[in-house]
């Protein structure tokens, strides 16, 4: 079976510029420009041509919009199609039971993970891995995995754009009792 053409899109958001990624029916990447991980997998992607009019480039860009307007908006309409292991695919669609404006820790969506997988437990540190290489950035919310007792930690994008992302949602800074 021939692999589908990819296409490209370069978006500005307010945490700054952003590529898309699309096989032209689903989402395949949303990476901040310059984060760790940037590309994923995709070694060439100077080579792929830019696309404006894709309708999961728009139906992403008005998700980004309401949602960096600060409405809880879930991707639940955009076709997502993100390329990893089977075990990145699983901690993914974990990430996506997260809701809106929540966090999660790292030892909790271990835990999580090791039961999908009928296990008694995980290693956070695998799982870590797995969130730290989700290629659909804001959209697959591993900005609301956080570290033990709620500090932040690890965000491929930087630290500050997890903040950024977390206080927007209301999840950040957490107000003790």
């Known amino acids: 079976m021939p ?15 952003a590529l898309l990624l699309s096989d032209g029916e689903k989402l395949k990447g949303l990476w901040l420009i310059g984060q760790k ?16 009019t894709l309708p999961v480039f728009l139906k992403t860009e008005t998700f980004l919009a309401r949602y960096f307007a600060g409405e809880p908006v879930s991707p639940d309409g955009i076709p997502l199609a993100p390329d990893g292991t089977p075990f990145q695919k699983l901690v993914w669609k974990e990430l996506l ?11 909790s969506l271990a835990r999580e993970v090791a039961a999908a ?22 959209l697959i919310p591993c900005h609301r995995v956080v570290g033990a007792g709620g500090n932040l930690t690890g965000y491929a994008g930087g630290l500050d754009k997890k903040e950024a992302l977390l206080h927007l949602e209301g999840a950040w ?3 003790s009792m």
């Open 37 to 52: 991980h940037f590309g994923g997998h995709f070694s060439n992607l100077s080579g792929i041509p830019a696309e404006e």
């Open 117 to 138: 997988l009928h296990r008694s437990s995980m290693s956070a540190q695998a799982v870590g891995s797995a969130v730290g290489r989700n290629p659909i950035s804001i």
């Open 3 to 17: 692999e589908k053409t990819l296409y490209k899109k370069e978006i500005l958001l307010p945490l700054g510029s």
């Open 173 to 175: 800074p957490r107000h």
């Open 97 to 107: 039971r997260i809701p809106y404006g929540e966090t999660k820790s790292y030892g």
